[in-house]
């Protein structure tokens, strides 16, 4: 499609993308840095971001980088997600068939983080995605969870992320109690106008681009349009690019790009 009509040797702005081939925003490289902290010293941490602001390409990068003598990643992500869902997911993804009590499964889950560090070498990093859809009993459990010896220590380095909506939650009164154990707290920003540009030059460099294809107008119009979010910079750039293609333009300006979001985003 319009990969041979630009020359590209891979799909830009596509899923594919490699975690080392990815537009590495200043403020994508802080965030990366807390995470990296939060793992090294068994941290709680909270992410958030608007639909689309890039939260699981972050995660992506994160596990990536992390070194597989020193930790293990444990990923879940599940609306529906249940204290006993929970331990149950952790625990097969451990090796483990869970204890059917949640009391139980939770005992089972520390005795294996133990073995996990005392055997392996290896420290757990939990990772909870679409964490803004957790009812208040899971977001309770997050607090029992983290109870160990008296607090003397952290069982693990627990992050959850979710939409902007989560953090609002755990603002409120009834959350305190929650609130008050995360360690480290981070809110995904859009990006403006030269991290749009950068971004889109990155994704462009990773098919293999040999010359500018997108002007400047037309990137401040996919700004504009996309208010900065990674998610709809891809659908939008795609579309283009493949209008591009069926039109037979290998530059892509502004009208173009104003074509395309009336004929395709209306």
Request: hydrophobic share 40%; with cysteine.
């Amino acid at each position: 499609m319009f990969e041979t009509f630009y020359g590209f040797n891979n799909t830009p702005f596509s899923r594919t993308v490699p975690s080392e081939s990815l537009y590495e925003a200043p403020r994508f490289e802080e965030v990366i840095g807390r995470l990296h902290f939060e793992a090294s010293h068994q941290l709680f941490m909270v992410v958030t971001g608007d639909a689309g602001t890039g939260k699981t390409t972050l995660l992506r990068r994160f596990t990536d980088e992390l070194d597989v003598q020193e930790y293990q990643a444990l990923y879940l992500s599940d609306s529906k997600l249940t204290p006993r869902h929970f331990y149950k997911g952790l625990l097969e993804q451990l090796g483990c068939e869970a204890k059917f009590y949640r009391g139980d499964a939770k005992r089972q889950l520390h005795q294996q983080i133990e073995i996990m560090r005392g055997v392996h070498g290896q420290h757990p990093v939990v990772i909870v995605d679409e964490a803004h859809l957790l009812d208040r009993e899971m977001l309770e459990e997050v607090r029992f969870l983290l109870n160990v010896n008296m607090d003397a220590m952290s069982p693990m380095a627990l992050l959850l992320v979710g939409q902007s909506e989560l953090w609002d939650r755990l603002k409120l009164q009834s959350f305190s109690a929650i609130r008050q154990r995360i360690d480290l707290q981070y809110q995904l920003p859009h990006y403006d106008l030269s991290e749009v540009e950068g971004y889109i030059q990155a994704s462009l460099t990773y098919a293999g681009a040999s010359s500018e294809i997108f002007s400047s107008a037309a990137i401040e119009e996919i700004y504009h349009f996309s208010s900065g979010t990674p998610r709809i910079i891809n659908k939008l750039c795609t579309h283009c690019l493949m209008y591009g293609a069926q039109t037979g333009k290998r530059i892509i300006d502004d009208h173009m790009v104003k074509d395309v979001i009336n004929g395709e985003f209306h």
